[in-house]
Each structure stands twice: as structure tokens, then as C-alpha cells.
């Protein structure tokens, strides 16, 4: 049965006539003529060509036909005139010279190419149909034919029609993996993902199948790539399977995001390997879980490579381990990497120093009371002038007063005070309610902090000298609640102290609640208190800075035309603010990334 359909052009082809004229076309040639040496077909190739590249094409087209002539097998000949009849709208008349050229050399599978493009640029559909069957019968058991018939078929007729041919193609062959790729592809093209993964798990059963032409094909797919693993897992796992095969499947699971799979083929994987083999595999599961996001997979591998490495090699492992458990959100499996490498360091080194002091802060929020104390003690002991032991006693302090021991958090403050500890010691006075000592305490920390840490501490001193005394008592409770990582907390105090306050302190207590709002990820609550200040406090002082972070707020949503009209609001009605110039900048980016937006005041 015929797979493909009867052309437009009907039974006769466009060019059919050109056969019965080919004998006036061969001036005085025949077969027996072929005894032009290569060195007489190389000199009339640069003849033609230099005639063609001086616009003689007429010469240029007498000298070729003359050449294939006497050399029907000359390639560049049929080629070049291919090109010159093409340029001149002629194509279909090097249909007779390329059948010559295939009587002599039926294998020639870029002229039988050739031939089937022209048939299919002239619309002689049925010649084309007869062609590709040729072609197939001159290469028995190639499935080259069929991959380029096929190719020039979707061009021409679509993915269908060029399906049919592979499948033809697929059932001349005897093999149920030919031509599996170019089929899914194929099915791709048409929608059919699920289909289309099936052929590319069968192209899988061939040991040398580009795995990564075939990852690439399923990133591409519509859809959740995870539900397309299976097929492809089943292919390279199916015995008799190859320790090739097998990372090959674990490969898969990693790249398409599938942390539990990739875990147990790993682990399989691994108990058939041995020596340097086990740990070479070990150590790229852990390079390619890293680089796809599954620290839990990486951390797996790296734990297991460590197992089998010499002890000089062990520290190097267990950095890279606390780093990903860090990364991965396990404290205890970082927490012993840490101890493992500070126990593998000389006591009194730098390195040493760093590790002990990296274990305290990451356990300053985690750890019982005594684990915490215990470590910074023994980094005390072995590192009394360390400069890292303010950092280390103000992270002690305010992991435990975030658990409610702020008596052991103050004492650790008071015994040896310092910037970051100062700066402790005040958010504890002012979670006392303390406010004169806590600004005292804060003032003085100021000149040793870092400049984006004073920063923020001068904000909230400023914030505070500006209100009354009970209104700033509740902003510097809510600060150090909000410290402490309890920013809901703070942030219902702030609400529930509002209708107490005078009037003129609740625009910039509800701009604070605003900031607490926005940096503990309350983005809508934040919008909503930013809104409030700009729209029922337009003289407030807060009004630039609560308008600006409102047009932001806007602006990550999407909302380009509220955050314009915030912004042009901003610049108008306070044009000598600090924050005007980062408002126009806004605006800016609005207008260029909009451009249906209005030209606003400038």
C-alpha cells in the first residue's frame, strides 16, 4: 500500500517531457564518453565558474551540460548546475541530468536528495513518491533514505504525512527502534508529548544514543517534565543494563527535578561499583544533584564518597557537606560536618578559628541554651582575642532572648561589650521597655557597626526622637520584637497602639508597621499601611518615603498605571524630597517598559 498521496500535479510529472528531449540535451555524449580524466573535470569546473561569476551564465550552463556530458558521475557539475537553472527559474531542468547521474551511481544519496527538493519545489508529488521509493530500495537496510525522505515531507506535506514515511520505514527496517528520534520529534511537533517520549525512550535502547539531545527534546516539552520520566527510566534501567546505563538513569532523575527517584537509582548504581569507579560516580552525582538544586541527593552522595576517601581528603569533603546541608535547610548534618572539620583542624589555627565560629553562628537560633553557651565558651578559651567574639556573643544573646531567656542574653552582653554587643544590649532594653537605655546603648554602638547596619539603626533612632514618649515606647518594643523574629507580634502591637496615639504620631507609626510589614514578606499588609500614610496623611513627613515604597509594591505586581499615578503624585506635591530623584527613575521605567502610560509631570 502506498503511503503517500497522489501530488497536485497529478500522474504525469512537470518534467516527464524532459526525458524525451534529454538525448538533444547531450551534445554528441554517450556513456562510453566517461573518459574524462579529473584533472579535464576540475578545469572546466573553474571555466564554468569563472563564466558564471562574470554573468555569462549561458556559457557557464553549455559548459556544464557539456562536462556531465561526458562525466554524467561529476557532482560539482550537476550541482553547480542546479544553482544556475535555479537562478533562472529552470529548476525542474536538471531533473534529466540528475537521472543519468543516479543510473550510473543508483547510492548517490545527496543527488537523490537533490532531486526529490526539486520534484517537491515543481509539485510533482507522485514522481517524488516514486523517487523516495527508489531511494529506498537502493539503500536496503539504511534508514538514512527514509530520515531525509522524511524530513523533506514535513516541509512539504507536514508532520503526518512525514510520520508515515518513518513508519514505513521502521517496518522495512525489522527494527522496532529505527528511526525513534526523528519519530518523536515528529509526535512533538504535533502535540503528542507522551508519544513522543515513548520513541525516545525506545531510541535509548541503543547503548550509543545522544542521552543529551534527548534531555534537551523533553526540557522542550509542554507540561510537567517529571511525568515524562518514566519511559525513559524503564529504557535504561531494562536489563541487561550497563553501569553506563545506569548513571545514564540517574542522570535523567537529577536534570528532570526527581530528588526521591534520582536517590534510589544512585544508591543501586553505586552498590555495583567498587574502588575509584564508586567514588568518580559519587562524587559527578554530586556535582549534577548540586547544579539541578537537590542538595538532598548531592548531600547523599558526598556523605557516601567521604565514607571511602583517605583522611587527608575527609576536611575537604565535609566543608563541601556543611555548605549543602546549610543550603538544604539541616542544621545537624551541617552542625556535624563543622564539628568533624574543627576536630581535624590544629588546635590555636585560623582555620580552626573559622569553623569554631562558623558552628556558633549557625546554631545561635537551633541549639539548647547549653550547646551554645558551651561552644562560644570553648571559642573563648582557645580564641580570647579573636575579633570575631563580639559577633559570636551578640548572636548567643539574641538566639536565647528569642527564646525568652533575655536574663542569660544580658549577662553574656554586659561581660565583655563591644559594637554588635552594645547594639544587643539595647533591642534587650527596649524589649524591657527601657527606652532611654536602649537609645543610649544603641548610640553608642553606631561608630563600630558596619554602614548599611548603622544605617538602620539610625532610622529607628530617628523614628523614635520624632514621636511622643508613648508612642515611641510601642515603636521600640515592636523593634526589638521584630528583632527577635516575631514581626506579627510587633506589627499587631503597632495596629493596636493607633487609636491611643495623637494624631500627629500615627503616620509614622504606621509607616513602621508598613517597613516590618514589608521586610518579614507581609506584602499586602505592608501595601495596605503605605497606603493608609499616602492617602489619609498627605503632610506627613513619612508621605515620600511611604508613597515610593508603595509605587515599588505596585510596581512587583504588575500595576503600572497605580504606581504611576503614586509616584507623579510624589513629585508634585513634594518635589524637594530626597526621594524625588529615585521616584523620577521609577516613573522612567515605567514609561519605557509601558509606553501607553501618559507623559506624567517632570
Known amino acids: 500500500m502506498s503511503l503517500w498521496p497522489v501530488g497536485r500535479s497529478g500522474s504525469n510529472p512537470l518534467w516527464a517531457p524532459l526525458l524525451v528531449a534529454l538525448p538533444l540535451l547531450l551534445p554528441g555524449a554517450s556513456l562510453d564518453a566517461q573518459t574524462m580524466d579529473s584533472r579535464e573535470e576540475s578545469r572546466l569546473l573553474r571555466e564554468a565558474s569563472a563564466l558564471e561569476w562574470r554573468g555569462r551564465v549561458d556559457e557557464a550552463q553549455e559548459v556544464l551540460t557539456r562536462l556531465l556530458a561526458a562525466r554524467p558521475t561529476s557532482s560539482g557539475a550537476l550541482f553547480a548546475l542546479e544553482r544556475i537553472l535555479r537562478n533562472q527559474g529552470r529548476v525542474a531542468d536538471v531533473l534529466p541530468w540528475a537521472d543519468r547521474f543516479l543510473e550510473a551511481d543508483p547510492a548517490a544519496s545527496g543527488v537523490r536528495y537533490m532531486k526529490l527538493r ?41 508532520e503526518r504525512e512525514a510520520l508515515a514515511v518513518l513508519r514505513q520505514g521502521r517496518e522495512d527496517l525489522g527494527r522496532p527502534d529505527a528511526l525513534a528520534v526523528e519519530m518523536g520529534d515528529l509526535l512533538a511537533a504535533l502535540g503528542d508529548g507522551r508519544a513522543a517520549v515513548d520513541e525516545w525512550a525506545r531510541a535509548l535502547g541503543d547503548p550509543e544514543a545522544d542521552l543529551t539531545g534527548i534531555l534537551r527534546r523533553i526540557e522542550r516539552l509542554e507540561g510537567d517534565p517529571v511525568t515524562f520520566a518514566p519511559p525513559l527510566l524503564e529504557a535504561l534501567s531494562r536489563p541487561p543494563s550497563t553501569p553506563q546505563r545506569r548513571a545514564a538513569a540517574v542522570r535523567v532523575a537529577l536534570q528532570l527535578g526527581i530528588q526521591d527517584q534520582a536517590l534510589r537509582l544512585a544508591a543501586a548504581s553505586a552498590s555495583a561499583l567498587s574502588g575509584t569507579d564508586r567514588r568518580a560516580f559519587l ?138 554587643t552594645a547594639l544587643e544590649s539595647g533591642y534587650l532594653h527596649f524589649q524591657a521597655r527601657e527606652l532611654d537605655g536602649g537609645k543610649a546603648l544603641m548610640e553608642e554602638a553606631i561608630p563600630g557597626l558596619s554602614p548599611s547596619r548603622a544605617t538602620g539603626v539610625l532610622h529607628l533612632l530617628s523614628s523614635l526622637d520624632r514621636l511622643g514618649s508613648e508612642a515611641a515606647g510601642v515603636v521600640a518594643h515592636a523593634a526589638a520584637e521584630a528583632h527577635y523574629g516575631r514581626a506579627s507580634s510587633a506589627i499587631e502591637e503597632l495596629v493596636a497602639s493607633l487609636p491611643g496615639l495623637p494624631d500627629e504620631d500615627r503616620p509614622p507609626v504606621i509607616a513602621w508597621a508598613g517597613e516590618q510589614a514589608a521586610s518579614a514578606g507581609q506584602l499586602g499588609r505592608a501595601e495596605e499601611f503605605y497606603a493608609t500614610v499616602v492617602d489619609a496623611y498627605p503632610e506627613a513627613r513619612e508621605f515620600p518615603d511611604a508613597a515610593l515604597a508603595l509605587a515599588r509594591l505596585r510596581l512587583d505586581r504588575g500595576d503600572h498605571e497605580a504606581a504611576r499615578r503614586v509616584l507623579e503624585r510624589l513629585i508634585l506635591e513634594w518635589p524637594d524630597s530626597p526621594v524625588v530623584p529615585a521616584a523620577r527613575r521609577e516613573l522612567q521605567k515605567i514609561r519605557s517598559g509601558v509606553g501607553a502610560l501618559e507623559e506624567g509631570p517632570r
Open 118 to 158: 526539486v520534484l517537491a519545489e515543481t509539485d510533482s508529488l507522485d514522481a517524488m513518491a516514486r523517487e523516495a521509493r527508489n531511494w529506498f530500495q537502493a539503500e536496503p537496510g539504511s534508514p538514512d533514505p527514509y530520515r531525509e525522505v522524511a524530513r523533506l515531507y514535513q516541509r512539504v506535506l507536514g
Open 283 to 420: 562524587e559527578e552525582v554530586a556535582r549534577r544533584a548540586d547544579e539541578a538544586g537537590l542538595p538532598g541527593v548531592a548531600l547523599w552522595a558526598l556523605e557516601e564518597e567521604r565514607e571511602m576517601a583517605p583522611s587527608r581528603e575527609r576536611p575537604t569533603l565535609d566543608v563541601r557537606i556543611a555548605a549543602l546541608a546549610l543550603q538544604a535547610g539541616d542544621t545537624a548534618r551541617a552542625v556535624a560536618a563543622r564539628t568533624r572539620l574543627a576536630r581535624s583542624l590544629p588546635v590555636g589555627s585560623v582555620e580552626r578559628r573559622q569553623v569554631m565560629a562558623e558552628l556558633v553562628r549557625v546554631e545561635a537560633f537551633s541549639a539548647s541554651r547549653e550547646t551554645l553557651l558551651g561552644r562560644l565558651e570553648a571559642f573563648d578559651t582557645e580564641y580570647p582575642d579573636a575579633p570575631e567574639l563580639d559577633e559570636l556573643r551578640a548572636l548567643v544573646a539574641s538566639g536565647l532572648a528569642a527564646r525568652g531567656d533575655e536574663g542569660t542574653a544580658r549577662s553574656l552582653v554586659a561581660a565583655a561589650p563591644g559594637p554588635l
